[in-house]
């Protein structure tokens, strides 16, 4: 079954690749680890985004199982906006302007 379409914010797409690039300089293997739990998530909120709680101003957040980062999500009628990828340990709220 097809879930709702993922669209992220540019400045998420920024956050993403940062977060690749330096798992990278440290290790292929973890980037790959990265990108594969990246790919979940995204999976995981479009199929069932109502599935994790509220959060803030109408958000939801996916939380990663092996990395410290968390999908920042709302749901806006037929699709699934990614307004951060946010580090779980660093500048909370940062992109509650988005």
């Known amino acids: 079954m097809p879930g709702l379409s993922v669209v992220f914010h540019p400045a998420a797409v920024e956050e993403a690749q940062a977060a690749r690039q330096w798992y990278a300089a440290r290790s292929q293997s973890a980037a790959d680890s990265f990108l594969a ?3 979940r998530g995204i999976e995981a909120v479009s199929l069932a985004p109502e599935r994790w709680p509220l959060f803030v101003h109408d958000t939801r957040r996916y ?3 092996r990395f410290p980062f968390q999908l ?3 749901v806006v009628k037929d ?3 990614v307004v951060a990828l946010a580090h779980g340990r660093r500048r909370p709220g940062y992109w509650k302007l988005r």
């Open 63 to 65: 939380l990663f199982q």
């Open 79 to 81: 699709s699934v906006q």
């Open 37 to 39: 739990e990246l790919d």
């Open 72 to 74: 920042v999500y709302r």
